[in-house]
Every structure is written in C-alpha cells, then in structure tokens.
T-cell receptor
Framework: GEDVEQSLFLSVREGDSSVINCTYT??????LYWYKQEPGAGLQLLTY?????DMKQDQRLTVLLNKKDKHLSLRIADTQTGDSAIYFC???????????FGQGTTLQVKP | EAQVTQNPRYLITVTGKKLTVTCSQN?????MSWYRQDPGLGLRQIYY???????DKGDVPEGYKVSRKEKRNFPLILESPSPNQTSLYFC??????????????FGSGTRLTVV
C-alpha cells in the first residue's frame, strides 16, 4: 500500500540550515504537504507543493520535490529555537481524501 | 475563528467503559477524519466521512465507531476501550474530499489513557 517514510530525529545549531527528508510510494498525489506539530498542539499546515512543481520557496522554507526518486525535502534556513517541533510530510491518496503521513521528524534546535 | 474543536483534551478511563470524543468544525467542511498518533508510527487514519451520513473505515478502525448526523460534528466512539487504544487522537477536516492547497485543518488533540 501507500507509504511515506521519514527519518525520526534531526539536531541542528541555531542559525544553521535544517533539511528534513521524506520518501513516498504513491506517485498519484496531487499535492504533498509539510505539517508542523509543536509540543502539546495539533498539526499546522506549514507549506505544500503541487506535484508538477520541482521547488517552492516561502520565506525561510524551501520545498524540493524529486518525482523520479519520489523524494521530498523541507529546508529551513536560519533555523531558530522556535522551529523545534515535529515535522510531518504527507501525501494524498487517490480520491478518498486520505492523507498518508510519515512517522514525523523531531527537529531539535540547540542555542 | 475557523477551527476544529475536540473535547476532552485529556481523558483517563478504565478498560471497558464506553467513551465518546467529540469533534466539531465551524468551516462548513464536507470531509472529516479521525487519526491516532503513536510514537514512531506517525498518524494513522481510523475513520473518515465524505459528507453527512457517509462514513468509511480507515487503516485502523477496529474498536472504534463514528457517526456523521450533522455536517459539523464527527464524534469518535470507543464502545469498550482497551489499553492498546491509549494514544493521541486528532480530528481533522477539509473543505472537500479531494486534495486542495489547504490540506487538513486539525484539532488540538485528545490524549486518551486506558488503564
């Protein structure tokens, strides 16, 4: 079935760039999403990329999509302590509306 | 404020005691869904609903029931909770069943502990 895989943990220093990676199996996803979950909170949509795009930039966030390798990445420039959270990638599955989520990557930002 | 509201935020219960987690959205969204989040497993879909009176099983429906009698409400029912249902539960909604640039709107979560 459909699957989305992420590494579980990433630690960076404040001011560095963070790159969170994700691989997926369902190539029919129209959109691919990145969600952020802060401690004790629900998931918030951070950004998305349309499946016919290779790159999308939104302020400090850059999303890269490699459709051939089914690889999605989220780059956060100038990472701040407030960026510490769990980041989930997600892709749509068919026309049921179901989003398939990765396991989540915990980003730890050290001062 | 546009939002998905879940209640309660925290719940500790005993095995076998029926419980309901409520979910309500004020955005007139057609699509609603329940997920559970467990460490290392990400979010797994329990049930979803494409519209009023239309519900279907997700990936992990065993032990759960849902209903969608009104567009805004989508309660999750555990008829006989067991310890393996201890988890963090999220309700989510979307304008339409198909993919959109808005993705899902999530509630704040319900942390359930079954002892």
């Amino acid at each position: 079935g459909e699957d989305v895989e992420q590494s579980l943990f990433l630690s960076v220093r404040e001011g560095d760039s963070s790159v969170i990676n994700c691989t997926y199996t369902d190539s029919s996803s129209t959109y691919l999403y990145w969600y952020k979950q802060e401690p004790g909170a629900g998931l918030q949509l951070l950004t998305y990329i349309f499946s016919n795009m290779d790159m999308k930039q939104d302020q400090r966030l850059t999303v890269l999509l490699n459709k051939k390798d089914k690889h999605l990445s989220l780059r956060i420039a100038d990472t701040q302590t407030g960026d510490s959270a769990i980041y989930f990638c997600a892709g749509g599955s068919g026309n049921t509306g179901k989003l398939i989520f990765g396991q989540g990557t915990t980003l730890q930002v050290k001062p | 404020e546009a939002q998905v509201t879940q209640n309660p935020r925290y719940l500790i219960t005993v095995t076998g005691k029926k419980l309901t987690v409520t979910c309500s959205q004020n955005m007139n969204h057609e699509y609603m869904s329940w997920y559970r989040q467990d460490p290392g497993l990400g979010l797994r879909q329990i049930y979803y609903s494409m519209n009023v009176e239309v519900t279907d099983k997700g990936d992990v429906p065993e032990g759960y029931k849902v209903s969608r009698k009104e567009k805004r409400n989508f309660p999750l029912i555990l008829e006989s909770p067991s310890p393996n249902q201890t988890s963090l539960y999220f309700c989510a909604s979307s304008l339409s069943p198909g993919p959109t640039i808005y993705g899902y709107t999530f509630g704040s979560g319900t942390r359930l502990t079954v002892v």
